[in-house]
């Protein structure tokens, strides 16, 4: 069905009539140019009570680890997404616990692995791990793309399409990379061999070259992750409190990973202490720093536990000048800036061999390696420069997104407030009453709470048409399908009608119509209820609530459709009060 223009011209809403007071103003004086000659059609409005207010307080802001307004493309994708940023933050804390898993036996005064903390590192790393290749499976399938080989093809062709290939599995390569199960490989096949063979030293290293060569690219990924769904669904996390409490995890990650790599380095130092005290002993090899179970299931408390019944072993074990030196004091041994370890090396509590890392490393961190004392060997002191960049580069980036977000929260609020005392300053100069002033105060604080802050006139106003127009036939399509005379009428004549629905907000008490009236527009109610009454002739007062889906003005229509036609407006046979 389609209308003639005479009806376009006239359907709902003179175009000469004043626009309602109540609208807001960027909503109600639409001084776009494309519209100046658009009757506009109807209106839909978004009735908000003091509860809703009450109960819906304004946001702080929406955040994506920078800013942004989520999209709702699929909720499934959507809370996977985040749980996936989750997974990938709590991976990068997983990593450095391998290091706690190294020790020293006070007893035997010799390495070894914790076996049960080396069971439970490594089963959160699986299964931090099996989420990432659950994530990998998904966007493989998502992104599939087939390539056809021509039959005939130059070489330079086979080229391209070699080259496209390679560069579309080039991130499920990293990604496989990194999920790749160095660690736990180090952990239970190089390091047990290793001390078997007295290699000790050569322990921390090989375990310390293997955390940054996969470590650093988990980081570079983490935030490729972020990036990435940041720049897809416009958003990770709704509130800025959780844009706030990415960056302090990551401030603590990062912490811990110091930590970690301290915590090591420690443990070298104390093992090359001991190799020093057993070079100097009678009787003993480098073999007898490493423990004879290398993986230790229990708590490395009785030194027969520890060791076989070798007598070079019993000998070291009672060797009380090497445990002075190496284990009971940090002033009797060049530890530097791993002096705290001895507190650590030997100690039974894993607790305390995670924290006292981590607080280091918030220490140093936070003071740019104020607290450092290093010596002369060149892995201390490059350690320490690294821990003072990083924390430079942390507390920088800390300060600067927190500061980022807190002003996307408050910028809003502040031009809100910054509009409050014009208007006060106006209602003021214009000696209005009081009764109007409370109304005008209230309309605006409801205001701003329905429509968190975001003018969706003016976000769209500047657009493309056909971008602009394509966005209100969504929004505004089922509203204009209540009305049957709408229901069957062509995607072109639908299109031109919501394409002039604009938006409306009344606050509680307000009254949108008056009976007898002339009627101006149709409603089309989106949220909250209208009390729809009519005066009968016997004076009893008819009443009826009217909630989302409902419209009222329907009188426009047989007004536009009357012949002749006739011009004064149709009055209006209820009285709308919010």
Not at 339 to 365: A, D, Q, Y
Not at 531 to 559: A, H, T, Y
Request: hydrophobic content about 40%; overall charge positive; proline content about 4%.
């Amino acid at each position: 069905m389609r209308l003639n223009p005479y009806i376009h011209h006239h359907i709902l809403h003179d175009p000469a009539s004043p626009p309602s007071s109540t609208t807001t103003a960027a909503m109600a004086t639409d001084d776009d140019d494309d519209d100046d000659d658009k009757p506009t059609y109807s209106s839909y409005i978004d009735i908000y009570d003091d509860r809703e207010a009450a109960a819906d307080p304004p946001p702080d802001g929406d955040i994506a680890s920078g800013g942004g307004v989520c999209p709702h493309y699929s909720w499934w994708a959507d809370e996977w997404d985040r749980a996936f940023v989750i997974v990938c933050t709590l991976g990068l804390f997983i990593d450095p616990l391998f290091f706690y898993a190294l020790s020293v036996s006070r007893a035997a005064m010799c390495v070894y692995v914790d076996g049960w903390f080396a069971v439970a590192v490594t089963v959160l790393r699986c299964m931090a791990d099996a989420v990432h290749a659950c994530n990998m499976w998904a966007r493989k399938g998502k992104g599939r793309v087939v390539v056809r080989w021509p039959r005939r093809s130059s070489p330079r062709a086979c080229k391209e399409n070699t080259n496209y290939c390679f560069r579309s599995n080039k991130g499920f390569f990293f990604d496989l990379f990194v999920i790749f199960p160095l660690p736990q490989v180090v952990l239970w096949a190089v390091t047990p061999a290793l001390i078997r063979r007295g290699s000790t030293t050569t322990v921390m290293t090989v375990f310390l070259v293997v955390f940054v060569f996969q470590y650093l690219p988990k980081i570079y990924h983490s935030v490729c992750v972020l990036r990435r769904l940041q720049s897809s669904a416009g958003c990770i996390f709704r509130t800025i409190w959780w844009g706030i409490a990415l960056n302090l995890i990551a401030y603590f990650v990062g912490a811990h990973a110091v930590g970690a790599c301290w915590y090591l380095l420690g443990i070298q130092r104390a093992t090359r202490c001991l190799n020093e005290m057993c070079t100097e002993a009678k009787n003993c090899t480098l073999e007898t720093i490493g423990c004879a179970i290398p993986v230790y299931y229990g708590v490395a408390r009785n030194s027969n536990s520890m060791r076989g019944d070798i007598s070079e072993i019993v000998a070291w074990a009672n060797n009380t000048k090497a445990r002075n030196v190496c284990l009971d004091s940090q002033d009797n041994y060049a530890y530097g800036a791993y002096k705290w370890t001895v507190l650590l090396v030997s100690n039974s509590s894993r607790l305390e061999k995670m924290l006292l890392p981590i607080f280091w490393g918030l220490m140093n961190i936070t003071t740019f390696g104020g607290g450092l004392v290093s010596t002369t060997e060149l892995l201390e002191i490059i350690f320490n420069i690294i821990v003072v960049t990083t924390g430079l580069l942390l507390v920088t980036m800390l300060i600067g997104n927190i500061k980022v977000f807190l002003n996307s929260t408050t910028s809003k609020k502040q031009a809100l407030h910054l509009k409050m005392r014009s208007m006060e300053w106006w209602m003021k100069r214009r000696k209005l009453p009081k009764e109007t002033k409370q109304r005008v105060r209230l309309y605006e604080r409801q205001r701003w709470a329905a429509t968190r802050g975001v003018d969706e006139c003016e976000m769209i106003r500047h657009m493309p048409e056909g971008l602009r127009r394509d966005i209100k036939y969504h929004l505004c399509l089922d509203l204009v399908r209540q009305v049957p005379l709408f229901q069957h009428m062509d995607e072109l004549v639908l299109e031109n009608i919501c394409d002039r629905v604009k938006s409306l907000i009344f606050p509680k008490g307000e009254t949108v119509t008056r009976e007898g009236d002339p009627v101006q527009r149709m409603l089309f109610i989106v949220r909250g209820h209208l009390q729809s009454s009519q005066i009968l002739r016997d004076g009893v007062k008819s009443c009826c609530m009217l909630g989302p889906g409902n419209f009222s003005g329907d009188e426009l229509l047989s007004w536009c459709l009357r012949r002749p036609f006739v011009e004064r407006l149709p009055a209006s046979s209820f009285t709308l009060v919010t």
